[in-house]
């Protein structure tokens, strides 16, 4: 899973890390010449460090979920209006005079779109799976539509919360809907 | 120039007395987004009947609707179109198909209206009628309303794009920018952009604004907002260097 | 007589910033034991108080590393005292004002007070004006001073000298000690966020006093308020970087570190970098133009490049196989850089879009950025306090107190770090007061990392004691 494999690279790097400082920490107690030719290896050092974060940004730049399913046309259209503290959603289009939603029900593996906004203040749309894992996220703007789109692989019931602070009832604010 | 700029004044004006533009309005944009459009037979003068669909399966199209006794908004929102396409023809090419949704309008007067505002020979241009105007206005979520003492229509001017599936990929309300026609018919051609401005009046400081006339994608104010704290902190560097430093600034 | 005046204020500036330091602290345990349901709070008092710790944290390091520098420099440039007293002043009146509207007016909006949070009243009326009025003042504070700092070093150097420019060149006639350029570059990157924020202000008041019929845009200012955010929080630790220069090979007992031409170079860089890598808060907000995005994570890759390039590599070679005199001081310093590196790591991570999308406002967001506060920044300050603290007062170091003090400050900041971490990785939300039923990880985190905290809060609170004093001293003391 994406956050598991995060953690792992994390953790990896931090080992490498704390291995270098500790090495170069206990180093100091033997001390002889000191580095030999810093300069140079400064420059490899650099070099190295940028190659890898170049192969890294081109890798991952494409994954930017802003060109998800960019080419199709979604199988269904959700409309999500949020305010301060619930998510309105609903198939049809939400008047913000008087908003209202309903209980949503997705295909699985279709491109689904949602189309999400905000009544009041900045919120977030994050969507967790059944086990607790977000799986994407969108945050609500007033004044903008964010599209999201998604392809459910799992049929089940998924949890949206709100992951902008958006005040005093931010963490109870949330939805669900189901995927078949 | 000086026409497109009545024109605007007018239909600005028209917009403000019909239906003022507030958030509320902005989300009518959203109605039956990615429904598909009632498959309506059309009609148009000296052609064999058709329907939507035939036309959306040969090529993506934008639909608008009007009717022709219309005292208000509907005329000028043509011309401006028009205009707008003429003055800087779009990459993709697409059919603009216009409807009436008064009962009352034949194909011969649509025809009329074609011939009127110099589109007849046009061959992007469609002017029908159908005598399913309810089943094609509720998939649009088009709701005019008949005004019986001023003997005309209260609608908005409503732009609607229609795929190759036949699928709504959006609406535009009223005289927009150019840019968002752009977005219009990147969306017929199932172009995505992840996100859109909802209409709004205070758009005085936001990042980007479109520029109607030449198309193009102008930094706004607000983008100018984003800069000036830079702008001011090498100023105040300048400044300070030199009135601390008679001699040379660098 | 002057460096009377300048050591005074220094000491003072380090007892307000501990001082506040450790009520802080205690804010934030409070708010993790409230999410590991030890304690219950009502929501809007974790709110208040997540409020106050962040926004006074932000301010205290901040000043701190204003305050480092400034007691540096006065050994290449004479700095303007007034300036400083002036930003002191203003901080002070500035710091109060928020506790108090944050504690009595239960002002509740996060240290971002993302637009338009501070309009949709809920808390007591006056607050909203008064947290403008608060934060005008501060960021007015701070402008004067560092507007001042600058000029004095323009007085010395000209603008290339002080950007190093002249090392670009094969034989630099003038040469520009790495304090003063990153000093520079640093305060430079802070007038540009001071002023991003009373451009922000000017628009909040703009729309206060007009009564609604000006109404903002909320994507500019969500852009403006992360413009200023980020940027001041990331050139806080600059500022910290700054004083590591100045001081880590002199404690060490080595001779100074040298400007050459790739150190000018990075940093030359850094700065265009800082000021792009705000974006990287905008990555969900989708209405954010695609360029914007990836200049954002090419920007905040790049921001890490020169600094972890030049900075770090100069700590090894000053360390590596080199008889070097340690001392709390330059351990703390050592200790922070690994701490900012390891943070470092986190930050590449989450600024990765990609990654974003599922770590983008959960518990790694906080992860990442206490790393390198608590465990790096927090560090080269305190590093400098201590310092400072020996220099002028009596210079008998308890060794053993030195070691349990890095000890606990290691295992608790450590554990505190971890839990943030894991709980990020498990999509814990952060900013919650308490936590769903379906996050079963989530309260036994909290648990630890308030645990791991006050375990940190230990060896600050020796800090705290051992430094608090000696200052008081200097601020007694006629020399």
């Known amino acids: ?115 999400v906004t905000s009544l009041d203040v900045n919120h977030g749309f994050a969507i967790y799976d059944e086990t607790g894992r977000l799986i994407t996220q969108t945050q609500a703007m007033p004044g903008y539509v964010n599209r999201l789109r998604y392809k459910f692989d799992q049929p089940g019931k998924y949890h949206v919360l709100c992951l902008e602070y958006c005040g005093i009832a931010h963490q109870i604010m949330r939805t669900s809907f189901t995927v078949n | 120039m000086y026409k497109s700029f009545v024109f605007f004044a007018l239909i600005v004006l028209l917009t403000h007395s019909s239906s003022a533009q507030s958030f509320s309005d902005a989300m009518k944009e959203e109605i039956n987004i990615y429904q598909k459009i009632y498959d309506a037979p059309l009609q148009v003068a000296g052609k064999p009947p058709a329907s939507f669909k035939e036309f959306y399966s040969q090529q993506p199209f934008v639909l608008a609707l009007v009717f022709t006794r219309c005292v208000g908004i509907c005329s000028p929102f043509l011309v401006n179109l028009k205009e707008t396409i003429q003055l800087q023809p779009f990459e993709k090419d697409f059919k603009i198909i216009v409807v009436s949704f008064d009962p009352w309008d034949t194909a011969d007067e649509m025809e009329l209206l074609a011939r009127n505002l110099g589109l007849k020979s046009d061959p992007k241009w469609i002017f029908a009628v159908t005598d399913s105007i309810d089943q094609m206005n509720r998939s649009l979520g088009f709701d005019p309303v008949w005004d019986s003492v001023r003997m005309q229509f209260d609608h908005d001017a409503l732009l609607v794009g229609i795929n190759g599936d036949g699928y709504i990929t959006k609406k535009l309300i009223g005289l927009r920018e150019r840019n968002e026609l752009n977005q219009l018919v990147a969306s017929i051609h199932n172009v995505f952009s992840p996100t859109y401005r909802l209409p709004n009046p205070n758009i005085l400081f936001s990042c980007f604004n479109y520029d109607p006339i030449s198309g193009k994608n102008k930094p706004g104010l607000g983008l100018a907002f984003l800069a000036l704290p830079a702008v001011m902190a090498v100023g105040v560097l300048l400044i300070v260097s030199m009135s601390v430093r008679k001699r040379k600034i660098l | 007589m002057e ?49 106050i710790h962040g926004l006074t944290m932000i301010g205290i390091w901040f000043v701190a590393g204003m305050a480092g520098i400034n007691f540096l420099m006065e050994r290449y440039v004479k700095t303007s005292y007034k300036a400083n007293l002036t930003a002191f002043i203003l901080t002070v009146i500035g710091v109060v004002m928020l506790w108090v509207i944050t504690l009595v007016g239960k002002f509740h909006v996060a240290w971002t007070f993302l637009y338009p949070m501070p309009f949709k009243i809920m808390w007591a009326k006056w607050a909203t004006p008064a947290f403008l009025v608060a934060m005008s003042i501060l960021s007015i504070g701070w ?74 845009d909320a994507l500019l200012m969500k852009n403006l308020t992360y413009f200023f955010g980020h940027t001041i929080a990331n050139e806080m630790l600059y500022l910290g970087l700054a004083v590591l220069y100045e001081l880590f090979a002199e ?229």
């Open chain 1, 1 to 115: 899973m994406h956050q598991n494999s995060i953690l792992l690279l994390f953790f990896f790097l931090m080992g490498i890390a704390l291995i270098v400082f500790t090495y170069i920490f206990f180093s100091s107690k033997k001390a002889d010449q000191g580095m030999s030719n810093p300069l140079k290896k400064r420059f490899w050092f650099f070099l190295i460090l940028v190659f890898i974060l170049g192969i890294f940004a081109s890798v991952t730049i494409p994954n930017s979920p802003y060109f998800a399913h960019a080419g199709e046309t979604p199988a269904k259209v959700v409309h999500v209006a949020a305010a301060q503290f619930i998510f309105y959603m609903s198939e049809q289009a939400i008047d913000p005079a008087k908003p209202s939603g309903h209980p949503i029900e997705l295909p699985a593996n279709e491109v689904v779109e949602f189309r």
């Open chain 3, 251 to 479: 404690v060490g007992g080595k001779a100074k570190w040298q400007t050459s031409w790739y150190v000018a170079l990075a940093w030359n860089f850094t700065l265009i970098f800082i000021l792009t890598a705000f974006f990287h808060h905008l990555y969900m907000d989708f209405v954010q133009p695609e360029g914007f995005q990836i200049i954002g994570q090419l920007a905040s890759y790049m921001a890490s490049l020169p600094a972890a390039a030049v900075t770090v590599f100069s700590v090894w070679v000053a360390v590596y196989r080199t008889k070097i005199k340690w001392s709390l001081t330059n351990l703390l310093f050592f200790i922070g850089v690994a701490g900012w590196v390891i943070g470092g790591f986190g930050a590449v991570i989450d600024a990765t879009i990609s990654n974003n999308v599922v770590l983008h406002n959960t518990l790694w967001v906080p992860a990442h950025f206490h790393s390198y506060n608590v465990m790096g920044n927090v560090l080269f300050s305190l590093a400098f306090f201590y310092w400072f603290s020996i220099q002028f007062t009596e210079k008998v170091v308890n060794e053993r107190l030195s070691k349990l003090v890095l000890s606990l400050l290691i295992i608790g900041g450590a554990g505190f770090l971890l839990a943030f971490y894991l709980g990020g990785a498990d999509s814990i939300p952060r900013r919650y007061s308490n936590y769903p039923a379906e996050f079963t990880s989530a309260k036994p985190l909290a648990l630890v990392g308030a645990a791991f905290a006050t375990v940190y809060l230990i060896p600050i609170l020796i800090l705290f004691v051992t430094i608090t004093k000696r200052c008081i001293k200097v601020l007694f003391s006629s020399r």
């Open chain 3, 143 to 216: 402008l004067i001073w560092s507007i001042s700092m600058m000029t004095q070093i323009l007085k010395k150097y000209s603008i290339a000298q002080a950007f190093a420019w002249q090392h670009f060149t094969k034989d630099p006639s003038v040469k520009t000690p790495p304090f003063i350029l990153i000093s520079m570059i640093t305060l430079v990157g802070v007038i540009t966020c001071l002023f991003v924020a009373v451009v922000l202000m000017a628009l909040y008041f703009a729309e206060f006093l007009s009564k609604g019929s000006f109404v903002n």
């Open chain 3, 3 to 51: 460096s009377i005046k300048i050591k005074k204020i220094t000491s003072v500036w380090i007892i307000t910033v501990l001082v506040l330091f450790v009520a802080s602290i205690v804010l934030g345990i409070l708010m993790r034991l409230n999410q590991g349901g030890a304690l219950n709070q009502a929501p809007i008092n974790f709110y208040s108080n997540m409020t």
